[in-house]
């Protein structure tokens, strides 16, 4: 969550901490690359105003929405 809120928050101990939980360099780099690919993407639906197609809705139940925490 730290690189999608404040990006300039993460840093070397973040990094650290995951390659002491066994994480490689190249596993850090790609779920880096894959949380900016996203929060990009998504920037841009929410910015263009796409509405999702209907079998794609959000169910509050299952999947609250995080926005307004």
């Known amino acids: 969550m730290a690189i999608t809120r404040d990006p300039g928050s993460s ?3 973040e990094i650290e901490e995951l ?5 490689t360099d190249a596993q850090i780099l790609t779920a880096t690359e894959v949380i900016g ?3 990009y993407y998504v920037r841009m639906v929410e910015a263009l105003g796409v509405e999702p197609e209907p079998e794609m809705r959000r169910d509050p139940h299952v999947w609250p929405d995080l926005r307004s925490r």
């Open 19 to 23: 390659r002491e939980a066994g994480w």
């Open 11 to 13: 840093g070397a101990s």
């Open 37 to 39: 690919f996203f929060n």
